[in-house]
């Protein structure tokens, strides 16, 4: 990998991902920045950048996407959406959406570009899930499950890839209340809340708010991604931020 590498990255509207390429593009590399619906106005003009539109749920959309692309050196599967909310009261169409962008979103990307790092016999490839994966947390069922079989996804796929010398690796953010996650996730959680679990719900929610536990910054997790494209001997799994960091750790330990 060098300064004249290329990145893809996928939903750059907000958060990580808008995050991860602003710190590429000041690594010197050149950055493919992915939304659906893309904006000029986000990120610093330069000749490194381009913006393409793609919504990792439709497979026409990651054909154009990948063929406007051209090569690209490393893809990072970041394009993610949240559901908070006990399970009785979850649409099955809102846990297939998670599931569609999450999990299936990251598998389809990855298709897509591994013909030709086979080929190239190069290339490497980030998913992005959650600390959630490493300590089970409540109205999390759904969202945890989407992540967690991308992490299992990516560990099986890091075997097969190897004899071609294509790397995947795993970034897990902790909690991060300043990205628009919480926002999006509020869309699919609806009026999704059975009375039973109102009080239980708002404790959760209490707990959420709470501004004295340590948290995860978008710089963390862009220096996280940046490590796991980089280094070739960054660990399959690379806790983000603070409060991941601790967790990580805190599981390590005998
Ligand atoms: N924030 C947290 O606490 C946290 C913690 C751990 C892990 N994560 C994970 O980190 C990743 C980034 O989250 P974030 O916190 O940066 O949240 P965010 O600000 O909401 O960013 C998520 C991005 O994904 C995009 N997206 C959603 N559905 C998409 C689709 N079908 N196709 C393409 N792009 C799509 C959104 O684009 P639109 O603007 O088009 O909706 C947005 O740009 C996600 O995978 C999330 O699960 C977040």
Same mark, same amino acid.
């Given at each position: ?29 050149? @950055?493919? =920045? ?7 106005? #986000?990120? *610093?003009?330069?000749? $490194?950048? /381009? +913006? ?97 079989? @991308?992490? =299992? ?7 097969? #890839?190897? *004899?071609?010398?294509? $790397?995947? /690796? +795993? ?84």
């Amino acid at each position: 990998m060098s300064t004249n590498s290329t990145v893809l990255v996928t939903g750059c509207s907000s958060g990580f991902g808008l995050e991860t390429v602003r710190f590429f593009l000041e690594k010197g590399w050149r @950055v493919i =920045a992915t939304m659906r619906t893309p904006r000029e106005d #986000l990120l *610093p003009r330069s000749d $490194r950048l /381009r +913006l393409l539109p793609l919504d990792v749920t439709d497979a026409d959309s990651i054909r154009h996407c990948i063929e406007a692309a051209g090569p690209i050196d490393a893809l990072v599967n970041n394009a993610g959406v949240g559901l908070l909310a006990p399970l009785e009261g979850i649409a099955l169409a809102n846990a297939r959406e998670v599931f569609e962008t999450n999990t299936l979103g990251t598998i389809a990307m990855t298709q897509a570009v591994l013909p030709q790092f086979r080929e190239r016999r190069a290339g490497v490839i980030v998913n992005v899930t959650s600390s959630v994966t490493l300590k089970s947390l409540p109205l999390l069922s759904v969202y945890t499950a989407s992540k967690a079989a @991308v992490n =299992a996804f990516t560990e099986s796929l890091a075997l097969e #890839l190897a *004899p071609f010398d294509v $790397r995947v /690796r +795993l970034v897990l953010p902790g909690r991060s209340p300043t990205t628009s996650f919480g926002d999006n996730a509020r869309r699919l959680m609806g009026d999704s809340v059975p009375e039973a679990y109102a009080n239980f719900k708002d404790r959760v929610f209490a707990a959420l708010r709470d501004v004295a536990t340590p948290v995860t910054h978008t710089q963390d997790v862009a220096k996280a991604v940046w490590h796991a494209v980089t280094d070739p001997a960054a660990p399959m799994r690379m806790p983000a931020g603070a409060d991941a960091l601790a967790l990580a750790h805190s599981q390590a330990l005998p």
